[in-house]
């Protein structure tokens, strides 16, 4: 059992969610608007918050972002009807984990919400530290150092470096990516780690500009067009 939030303001797909979810025996709580949501958020903890872009009274996109810096640790799901894909790309680098576009079906729904709950609790799991260049990660208490200085990095980020840098200088597929972070019966488009990548360089860069740049060994993530990414050791 999970503790959601849906964050709906159309009342016939929020109580259909509520209901549904509930049957599963997860507890379920339903905003229908930003306000509402923000309380929420802040009186107490959930695993997994789906959050409907087009809310009345706010932006579903500033919401994202209020509730990521609230919650860093749990999933986040956007539900939208908006067909632009710079609408996505936006909701995921608000904070997003993940996204579904209206209309979806309820099985879709839920094998997502199970593969991402699933992961949560693989990913938890005690493990030993791993090393690349002036980069540690520490996937027992999930924290990540670059020469000393801690990177924060969100669930899917620490996730997606957790997988490349078991393999550093292998190059992994799209798919092999796609389906050991996300989900193994994941089908639709592959942007969401194409944003994340793209976070989590960004992060990687930040962190070697505070430190001394020309002494940081930081290693490359290398994109190999037509196949995924790799994580590549730095040259001494």
Same mark, same amino acid.
């Given at each position: 059992?999970?503790?959601?939030?849906?964050?709906? $303001?159309?009342?016939?797909? @929020?109580? #259909?969610?509520?209901? @549904?979810?509930?049957?599963?025996? *997860?507890?379920?709580?339903?905003?229908? &608007?930003?306000?509402?949501?923000?309380?929420? %958020?802040?009186?107490?903890?959930?695993?997994?918050?789906?959050?409907?872009?087009?809310?009345?009274? =706010?932006?579903?996109?500033?919401?994202?972002?209020?509730?990521?810096?609230?919650?860093? =640790?749990? %999933?986040?799901?956007?539900?939208?009807?908006?067909?632009?894909?710079?609408?996505?790309?936006? @909701?995921?680098?608000? =904070? +997003? $984990?993940?996204?579904? &576009? !209206?209309?979806?079906?309820? +099985?879709?729904?839920?094998?997502?919400?199970?593969? *991402?709950?699933?992961?949560?609790?693989?990913?938890?799991?005690?493990?030993?530290?791993?090393?690349?260049?002036?980069? %540690?990660? $520490?996937?027992?208490?999930?924290?990540?150092?670059?020469?000393?200085?801690?990177?924060?990095?969100?669930? !899917?980020?620490?996730?997606?470096?957790?997988?490349?840098?078991?393999? /550093?200088?292998? +190059?992994?597929?799209?798919?092999?990516?796609?389906? $050991?972070?996300?989900?193994?019966?994941?089908?639709?488009?592959?942007? &969401?780690?194409?944003?994340?990548?793209?976070?989590?360089? #960004?992060?990687?860069?930040?962190?070697? *500009?505070?430190?001394? /740049?020309?002494?940081?060994?930081?290693?490359?993530?290398?994109?190999?067009?037509? *196949?995924?990414?790799?994580?590549?050791? /730095?040259?001494?």
């Amino acid at each position: 059992m999970a503790r959601l939030l849906v964050i709906e $303001d159309d009342e016939t797909i @929020g109580e #259909a969610l509520k209901s @549904g979810l509930r049957l599963l025996d *997860h507890e379920v709580v339903w905003e229908c &608007t930003a306000e509402g949501a923000i309380r929420e %958020v802040i009186s107490a903890e959930f695993d997994l918050v789906l959050l409907d872009l087009g809310l009345p009274d =706010g932006d579903g996109v500033e919401v994202c972002r209020r509730i990521r810096a609230i919650q860093p =640790g749990c %999933v986040l799901v956007i539900l939208t009807a908006r067909q632009d894909e710079m609408d996505v790309i936006v @909701g995921l680098e608000a =904070g +997003a $984990d993940d996204y579904l &576009t !209206k209309p979806f079906g309820f +099985a879709e729904l839920l094998a997502r919400i199970r593969a *991402h709950l699933r992961r949560r609790v693989i990913s938890s799991s005690p493990q030993s530290k791993s090393t690349v260049g002036d980069l %540690v990660l $520490d996937t027992a208490a999930r924290r990540c150092f670059l020469a000393g200085r801690e990177v924060v990095l969100r669930t !899917k980020e620490f996730d997606l470096l957790a997988r490349l840098i078991a393999e /550093p200088d292998v +190059a992994v597929s799209r798919e092999d990516l796609m389906a $050991d972070v996300w989900d193994e019966n994941w089908f639709g488009s592959t942007k &969401t780690l194409d944003v994340h990548v793209a976070a989590l360089r #960004a992060r990687l860069a930040a962190a070697v *500009h505070e430190a001394a /740049p020309d002494l940081v060994a930081v290693p490359r993530i290398v994109t190999l067009r037509g *196949h995924g990414y790799r994580l590549e050791t /730095p040259s001494s």
